[in-house]
């Protein structure tokens, strides 16, 4: 695919009586081949279809995948409401659906034919087999699937959450939804005038916020992360399916690469998180220096894609699942998992990561979540149109996030903390930078005072660290990409870790651990621990979790390969040997 496609462009709406198909945005919206057609026929059924006939409706789960032989099917958003809106149209030999089809999300639109004619039907396991062996065509589905999933994500189409901007329990479900690629729209009720009036329709008080809205009619009252993931198709695997090979606690790149070679290779694997797949490079707008991606990819479109992959293997994934603890069984490793249920491997593939990291500053936690953040999605970026904005950091996230951000704000200050910004921070970023007016550069600078009230930034007093020359920046929101503290409380007391809280793997863990009596046992004498593998045998930490490990992506999916074959090389060796790998959620 083309990785440089810009998939931010608006859907255009369309009028019903027009008949005109959606022009083709960014490989959106492709013409299959007539071999290419004829090929799927192998597999599918032809129907004819009349005018106004659903093809697949908003909600439906179970569909097959549609190519359009002749006629046109128009796309609908709240279809039959008074919001109904046409967002696409497709023709003679466009396909329809978006990324939902192959995740087994329920769709976020309903299709209707508008002129008469003929659609081919094929089954998803029909069209699995024939993108297993033609590569081109899956490449040419997977690239304009995803590409469908971020227009749907730019127009607002989905669900619809209503609540406060200043509301904790608002920012949560945005930002579980952002988080999760779930298209969706933000209706807050501090600038939005139709909003009580919606909320009154719905027969929902303003106390009753954040409520999410689904197919126009559903209403959920302030619902759990939970409740809006089984909502919207997520279904987590059970513990009641017994003891599987393989556990990869946590989704990001570590742990998805795990997931990927571990369901590969023919071992059974279950990956768990607690909030979404892709972890922190899930949150980046644009990755440029992935091997393989000399236009860039976007860390969504890299999670999906990894998260695609995985499920093609047999892995299954479980969000939100939230890891709470180890445990031995008599033949198996325990992952114990809130609320109060737990999974048994002979093989557990943990992928925990780490958390962002907070700035030193007081009142910072009155501005969490309504004025400072630590991503830079489209969501924040509807924040910064009309005022300056700040971001703190000098990473490769803080440059991402800058480059990003410059694109929706008029200005974006970055400040860092040292003197030279290629000190920390990759050179195509930098020049990127550099280049950008609409950045300005701090260098030797910190945040000492937020200014605001009710939530709200007005204002940060920025200091020169080398001459003390105090100054006032007038942004809201400010981006904090500082680093990154390790989430490894759930494993305090099970394996070692080092003086920052990371793990520690080979020998540094053997070591540490048979130091400290109040951790388990630690590796006997006759086999020292593998490369990755903690003081608790079987037990494998990789990815930015681990103590040492290079905070690269790259080096995170390295790692999570790299576990796998440890994995294999253990149960060879120790036949029913149980074991459990940790990896990040990056």
């Not at 980046?284 to 990894?306: H, M, T």
């Not at 962002?356 to 830079?376: C, I, M, Q, W």
């Not at 920390?424 to 605001?452: H, K």
Request: hydrophobic content about 40%.
């Amino acid at each position: 695919m083309n990785a440089s496609a810009d998939t931010s462009a608006t859907v255009p709406d369309l009028n019903p009586g027009l008949g005109g198909e959606t022009p083709d945005i960014g490989g959106a919206y492709p013409r299959l081949s007539v071999e290419q057609i004829a090929e799927l026929a192998e597999h599918g059924v032809r129907r004819r279809t009349r005018p106004g006939q659903v093809v697949v409706a908003e909600g439906q789960r179970e569909r097959e995948f549609m190519v359009v032989l002749a006629g046109t099917v128009a796309v609908y958003e709240d279809y039959c409401t008074p919001r109904e809106r046409v967002i696409r149209v497709h023709g003679p030999r466009r396909f329809l659906d978006e990324l939902g089809l192959l995740t087994g999300q329920p769709s976020f639109v309903t299709c209707v034919v508008r002129e008469p004619g003929e659609v081919l039907a094929v089954p998803l396991d029909g069209l699995r087999r024939i993108v297993g062996r033609d590569r081109h065509l899956g490449d040419v589905v997977l690239s304009a699937f995803l590409i469908r999933r971020e227009l749907l994500i730019a127009a607002g189409a989905g669900l619809r959450i209503i609540g406060s901007r200043y509301s904790a329990d608002s920012r949560r479900l945005r930002e579980f939804a952002a988080r999760n690629r779930l298209p969706h729209q933000w209706v807050d009720l501090e600038s939005d005038p139709g909003a009580e009036e919606l909320l009154r329709q719905l027969g929902v008080g303003p106390g009753d916020t954040p409520v999410v809205i689904w197919r126009g009619t559903r209403v959920l009252r302030n619902p759990s992360n939970a409740e809006l993931a089984e909502l919207t198709g997520f279904d987590p695997p059970t513990s009641a399916d017994g003891v599987c090979d393989l556990v990869v606690v946590g989704a990001g790149p570590a742990g998805l690469a795990a997931a990927v070679y571990g369901a590969s290779e023919g071992l059974s694997t279950v990956v768990l998180d607690a909030i979404a797949t892709g972890g922190q490079a899930g949150t980046s707008s644009r990755i440029e220096n992935y091997l393989g991606f000399p236009a860039g990819i976007s860390g969504a479109e890299l999670a999906d894609r990894a998260v695609i992959q995985a499920e093609k293997f047999g892995a299954r994934l479980g969000v939100p699942v939230e890891a709470t603890g180890l445990a031995r069984g008599r033949d198996h490793i325990v992952v114990r998992v809130d609320p109060g249920s737990e999974f048994r491997a002979r093989a557990v593939v943990v992928a925990t990561g780490a958390r962002y990291r907070r700035l030193n500053v007081p009142g910072l936690a009155d501005f969490e979540g309504r004025s400072v953040y630590y991503a830079a999605t489209l969501v924040e970026a509807q924040y910064c149109r009309q005022r300056p904005v700040a971001v703190v950091g000098g990473g490769n996230s803080a440059g991402q996030a800058t480059v990003f951000l410059a694109q929706h704000s008029p200005k974006v200050y970055l400040l860092v903390r040292g003197d030279d910004l290629a000190e920390s921070m990759s050179r195509y970023l930098v020049d990127q930078i550099e280049r950008n007016p609409a950045v300005e550069l701090m260098c030797n600078s910190e945040i000492r005072e937020l200014r605001g009230r009710g939530g709200e930034l007005d204002a940060v007093v920025a200091e020169n660290t080398k001459t003390g020359e105090r100054r006032t920046l007038d942004v809201a929101p400010l981006f904090v990409f500082i680093g990154a503290e390790p989430c490894t409380g759930w494993l305090a007391g099970s394996i070692a870790l080092d003086d920052r809280g990371f793990v520690l793997t080979g020998d540094e863990g053997a070591e540490a651990a048979g130091a400290d009596p109040g951790l388990p046992e630690t590796h006997g004498p006759g086999r020292p621990p593998h490369l990755l593998e903690t003081s608790w045998p079987g037990v494998f930490a990789v990815g930015d979790v681990r103590s040492g490990s290079v905070k690269r992506l790259t080096s995170a999916v390295g790692e999570g390969a790299m576990a796998i074959r440890l994995v294999h090389e253990l149960l060879i060796a120790a036949d029913d040997f149980d074991v459990c790998v940790i990896a990040e959620s990056r």
